[in-house]
């Protein structure tokens, strides 16, 4: 089967790509295998690998002591809404930018950037105070609010980048046959920049649920999503391997399944839109 | 139902003006074309009418009534875009059916209406598929669809056929004259390609820096061309050209002499020249020659001409069909 | 190219967006701004008084702050070192003909998925425990004594962590920027007569300038503010080893309740960002043309 040159050099890469993407993936697959040992057996000296009693007693006792699907829902509410809100609010901006481009755009395009560069140290106290005077401190809207806000450039700049794939010609053409703007967004432009709209929105849900700075400030107990959840592992709990595996697994699990099933926006999503 | 006024419109993008105050009236059922070379502002023209673009000043007219704050949609034009501007998430039926449905009509109507269309230009056969499935004539032809479903006041066509290859392009110019005998609806058609707008046109409008250079029907401009620009661009190959002493002669400036015009012997004539290269078409030759004052001449002959690189030739033009034009290219009549 | 009517469409449906954000920059920043002069103590409400820029006194002479600027400068260079180099190697690797390519590619990817507060706990704990880290196993097994990672090398540490996180965009990033470079080219080049290495260096890496900016760029956004793996590993320590900007005002402000000194810190976090942001965007502008 291996007759020539290029099949030897085709497997010898194969063995060279695999062995580099097991190691970079391997923390994630020991965490994994790790939650279901017994702490015992985490610990184990030598480690063991797949030689082990394999238990689901983690998962019901992190359940248990810290009610994950309480976080997990908290993490689910602030990821989609602010995701949903952010979009509602980009389409239209990203809409203008791509299709009605005034001398100006550029600029508004670079200081919502440049906004993202604000150090979120800078703005925290205000927001602190704010939320604590408003009732906002610690509820998942006001969690929702502030992500949709520290994501909105990355959605409006992406969704500009989609649209300007877009010609303009079709646009136009919805125009002259009588569509409202209203119309041209919705059955016309929308439709047409799905996939970009699929990626972004997936890449957003994605860096709303990893968010851990205003997550860990804002909240203490109510609100608190998977990132807390896990931060209050930090120690001594920490030393309890296959328990904090079982909590991690559970953190990062509905997103590795999400990724999984849609690699292919999501791959295009992970780029920002900034390079074909 | 169909005539378009233009008074006094022009168009300027900042401080370029690119199209100075200009007139034209276009009648109803007209088939008028706008042609001139690229960047001329004939596209800028078109979509001016079309409402996609503001005016700086002057009005538009349709059917007598001003219509320059008319936003597109109202103004009850169709337009049939370069790209076809085909909207690629829906099916043929639904891109048709579009211009209907944003007019609110009820289903049955627009149904009826589609199929109608469908069947007019021949594409019920790919009625329920995506523009991505279809190929460059058959989306030509839903763009046409989408376009005559709103039964228009005027079509308006923008370089419709740039994007097909040559032998389809042909096609679709006699289906699109055809469709106009059937309509009997004005259409206004911009395109670069003077053979387009020769065989198409009841009446050119030759553009050239936003300006009109002539307005007349295809046979007018032929014969009696404005200026230099106009007699060039009409007509191919090129009008030949010579000044000097040669256009004295003719008391002009510069004289003109359409290739089909031009005689040649092997013995003796007013113009000597030598072939550089002969193009042997069978059903024509044309030669291009090096006359001794450096002009180059494109001369058409008929097919069986036998003349190769080298040949000396001596030319001379039919008496009757020299052009003659002024120091600034005006004709002189 | 667009009408009037249009024109008008487009401020009123962009306004949202900007206003928002606008509102989000100006008044939390004009209130840390105000903040900053004052002494203001969470713990003790009511005493705020204006004490002009003794706040930006204490912290620009603290020895914390350049502790925690080096630290910043470094974990920033650092990450972006080794994400842009290792996305470079790993992009050319992905890009060969190989089997299973995809499977290898979302195992690449996969670091990115998972939250800083999580990669940050399993490192610490499971790799790079001295007594039970798998990285302690190892060096037991080949007869060293094992490392006390954090102990010894906090920020070394905490760039290693963050650089497994952002290895994965950099790679995606250049590895699709590879994939549009045109074959055409590199075979021209080979006509040419030009090797491998001079290929790599003069025809592929020049295609792939624009991705490495915007590596540089969006990376830079996030790592500027790197917070939860500082927090939940090291809490900036031993010291202020491993505490970056970030951190060091966060102490300040939600930890020692001293909001006058955290906004003062703040504020300067504000203006080093935007000089990074300065020469950033004329990077960017002159790459991200067309």
């Known amino acids: 089967m291996l007759s020539n040159k290029t099949d030897y050099r085709k497997l010898l890469m194969t063995l060279l790509a695999w062995s580099v993407g097991l190691l970079i993936f391997f923390p994630i697959l020991w965490t994994i295998l790790t939650s279901f040992k017994t702490e015992a057996d985490a610990i184990a000296s030598p480690p063991l690998f797949l030689s082990f009693d394999w238990t689901l007693e983690n998962y019901t006792e992190v359940q248990e002591r810290s009610n994950y699907f309480r976080h997990f829902w908290n993490s689910v509410v602030i990821s989609l809404g602010s995701t949903v809100l952010g979009l509602l609010i980009a389409i239209p901006a990203a809409w203008a930018m791509a299709f009605v481009p005034a001398k100006n755009t550029k600029n508004i395009l670079m200081w919502m950037l440049s906004t993202k560069m604000l150090p979120p140290v800078g703005v925290l106290i205000p927001i602190f105070l704010i939320f604590r005077d408003t009732g906002l401190l610690d509820t998942l809207t006001g969690l929702v609010i502030v992500l949709t806000l520290i994501n909105l450039p990355i959605i409006v700049w992406m969704l500009y980048t989609y649209f300007k794939e877009i010609p303009g010609e079709i646009l136009e053409a919805a125009r002259m046959d009588g569509a409202t703007l209203w119309s041209e967004i919705i059955h016309v432009l929308t439709p047409m920049a799905l996939p970009g709209i699929a990626s972004t929105m997936l890449l957003n849900i994605i860096l709303a649920w990893n968010e851990a700075f205003w997550t860990l400030s804002l909240t203490a107990a109510k609100a608190a999503p998977l990132t807390a959840f896990i931060a209050s592992y930090s120690s001594p709990e920490g030393l309890f391997y296959a328990k904090l595996s079982a909590a991690s697994t559970m953190a990062i699990a509905p997103i590795l399944i999400m990724g999984w099933f849609s690699q292919k926006q999501l791959v295009r999503g992970l780029t920002f839109g900034a390079v074909k | ?333 | 190219m667009a009408t009037d009517h249009s024109r008008v469409a487009a401020r009123f449906m962009i306004s949202p967006a900007v206003l928002l954000l606008l509102g989000w920059m100006i008044i939390p920043l004009s209130m840390t701004i105000y903040f900053s002069f004052l002494n203001y103590n969470l713990l003790s409400p009511g005493m705020e008084e204006w004490i002009g820029f003794t706040n930006y006194e204490y912290f620009l002479t603290d020895p914390a702050f350049f502790a925690a600027l080096g630290n910043t400068l470094l974990l920033v260079g650092g990450v972006l070192l080794i994400t842009i180099v290792g996305g470079i190697g790993l992009a050319l690797l992905l890009d060969q003909p190989m089997w299973g390519q995809g499977i290898v590619r979302i195992l690449v990817i996969a670091p990115f998925f998972v939250m800083p507060t999580v990669s940050a706990l399993v490192w610490k704990n499971m790799f790079m425990n001295p007594v039970n880290g798998l990285f302690a196993h190892a060096a037991k097994a080949l007869g060293f004594a094992p490392f006390d990672f954090f102990a010894h090398a906090p920020l070394f540490s905490i760039i290693m962590i963050v650089a497994w996180q952002w290895l994965p965009f950099a790679t995606l990033i250049m590895l699709t920027a590879l994939q549009s470079l045109d074959q055409e080219q590199l075979e021209a080049a080979k006509m040419d007569g030009a090797r491998k290495f001079n290929r790599f260096f003069h025809i592929t890496l020049p295609h792939m300038s624009r991705a490495i900016t915007v590596v540089i760029l969006i990376q830079t956004i996030f790592l500027l503010s790197i917070f939860a793996e500082i927090l939940v590993t090291t809490n900036g320590g031993p010291g202020y080893a491993s505490t970056n900007i970030t951190y060091l005002v966060y102490a300040q402000s939600l930890l020692q309740f001293d909001v006058g000194g955290g906004s003062a810190g703040g504020i300067v976090a504000v203006i080093l960002a935007n000089i990074v942001a300065f020469f950033l965007m004329r990077m960017i502008g002159k790459n991200l043309e067309t």
Not at chain 2, 5 to 12: A, D, F, G, Y
Not at chain 2, 17 to 24: D, M, T
Not at chain 2, 89 to 99: C, D, E, L, T
Not at chain 2, 159 to 188: F, Y
Request: hydrophobic residues 40%.
């Open chain 2, 1 to 333: 139902m169909g005539s378009i006024k233009l008074e006094n419109v022009s168009k300027s993008f900042g401080t370029v003006e690119v199209i100075p105050p200009l007139n034209l009236d276009i009648n109803e059922g007209e088939f008028v074309v706008f042609v001139g070379p690229s960047g001329c502002g004939k596209s800028t023209l078109l979509r001016l009418i079309a409402g996609l673009e503001d005016v700086t000043s002057g009005t538009i007219s349709i059917d007598g009534q001003d219509a320059t704050e008319i936003r597109p949609a109202r103004r009850g034009l169709a337009m049939v875009f370069q790209s076809y501007a085909l909207y690629p998430h829906m099916s043929v039926r639904k891109n048709i059916a579009f211009p209907l449905k944003m007019a609110k009509l009820d289903q049955a109507e627009i149904d009826r209406k589609v199929n109608k269309a469908a069947e007019v230009l021949n594409l019920a056969s790919y009625i329920d598929r995506r523009p991505g499935q279809l190929s460059g004539g058959q989306r030509q032809r839903v763009a046409i669809g989408r376009a005559i479903v709103r039964e228009p006041k005027a079509f308006l066509f923008d370089e419709p056929l740039s994007n097909l290859d040559a032998a389809l392009r042909v096609n679709m110019r006699l289906e699109i004259s055809e469709l106009h005998q059937n309509l009997k609806t004005t259409m206004v058609y911009v395109t670069h390609d003077q053979v387009e707008a020769m065989t198409m046109a009841d009446k050119i409008v030759v553009l050239r820096a936003g300006v009109i250079e002539q307005v007349g029907s295809p046979l007018e401009l032929y014969r009696q061309p404005a200026n230099k620009f106009v007699a060039s661009f009409i007509g191919s190959p090129k009008m030949n050209f010579i000044d000097g002493e040669a256009a004295s002669k003719y008391q002009a400036h510069t004289i003109g002499v359409r290739p089909e015009h031009l005689r040649f012997s092997r013995e003796s004539g007013p113009w000597k020249g030598v072939v550089g290269v002969a193009e042997h078409l069978g059903s024509d030759t044309f030669l291009y020659v090096t006359l001794e004052g450096g002009e180059q001449f494109t001369v058409r002959t008929v097919g069986n001409a036998e003349f190769h690189h080298g040949d000396v030739v001596y030319l001379s033009a039919e008496p009757e069909n020299i052009y003659r034009f002024d120091e600034n290219g005006l004709a002189i009549k």
